[in-house]
């Protein structure tokens, strides 16, 4: 079965967030509306539009499928989803497939109380002086991880405190972030900056380049290297009534459907 549009959109932005888990990332800074396309040149069944809502602790999305209205709601202060199918007055709890909804672009840095240096058990995270990163002053960081098997990890970070955002983290013998201010452009009338990230690993390299609303902090336009692109516009700032993050009282439950397996690795 293929997924509704909805799902495609959600489930094409997992690269929105580098450090934190999709629900657990810090909320939006302000209420609004906007459309969202997706296009992929490489993949154009997954081409999809739909009308995303943020409210002041929730968030709506909703496209049409085969004639039919699907919704997704998320509340942030109860950590709930809802999946509706607004024809057939039908509602499930939960998400299929984890989909991931456009975020704000701010990380939880070290220094946050939030983040998981400040949480028990958590890794070591010390420090260790101040560096420009491609022009930009930023704090650097030693994060010490130990894994179950007692092995110790020595992870160099360097976070734009006054962005909150990550700049660069580099693993030993592992993967590499780093994020590079490309300029600042109007794009849809509004105003952003424009950041390439890019992500290294061996011998292979794959690059994202966002443009962030100055004003939303939430990325506007994200292109990626092999030619897929997501786009806000018609964005709407201002408060959201209630009714639209709630679950109507004349829809009945239905049992949650079961997400569809991957295939067995051989």
Same mark, same amino acid.
């Given at each position: ?84 199918? @607004?024809? *057939?007055? /039908?509602?499930? =709890? ?11 672009? &701010? %990380? +939880? ?82 105003? @952003?900056? *424009?950041? /390439?990230?890019? =992500? ?11 443009? &962030? %609303? +100055? ?52």
């Amino acid at each position: 079965m293929n997924a509704p549009p909805i799902q495609k959109i959600l489930l094409a932005l997992p690269f929105l967030l580098w450090t934190t888990p999709t629900w657990a990332a810090p909320w939006y800074n302000s209420a609004f509306s906007a459309q969202i396309q997706k296009s992929d040149p490489n993949d154009p069944t997954s081409n999809a539009t739909a009308q995303i809502i943020v409210g002041k602790e929730s968030f709506r999305a909703q496209a049409d499928h085969n004639g039919q209205q699907i919704v997704v709601i998320f509340n942030s202060k109860t950590q709930k989803s809802w999946t509706l199918n @607004t024809g *057939k007055k /039908e509602f499930y =709890e939960g998400v299929i497939n984890a989909p991931e909804p456009p975020k704000v672009d &701010i %990380d +939880l840095l070290p220094d946050d109380p939030q983040s998981n240096c400040n949480q028990p058990k958590g890794p070591t995270c010390t420090k260790v002086g101040q560096e420009k990163v491609n022009g930009i002053p930023a704090d650097k960081w030693h994060i010490q991880v130990t894994d179950q098997a007692g092995q110790s990890l020595l992870i160099s970070l360097w976070s734009d405190p006054s962005r909150k955002i990550i700049l660069r983290q580099e693993v030993p013998n592992g993967p590499t972030m780093n994020r590079v201010l490309a300029g600042v452009e109007n794009i849809n009338n509004r105003k @952003t900056e *424009k950041w /390439e990230i890019t =992500e290294a690993f061996q011998d292979k390299k794959h690059t994202v380049t966002k443009w &962030i %609303d +100055l004003n939303l902090h939430i990325p506007i336009r994200i292109q990626s290297d092999t030619g897929s692109k997501i786009e806000l516009s018609q964005i709407q700032e201002g408060s959201q009534p209630d009714t639209l993050f709630q679950v109507p009282a004349d829809f009945k439950q239905i049992a949650t459907p079961t997400a569809p397996q991957s295939p067995p690795a051989k």
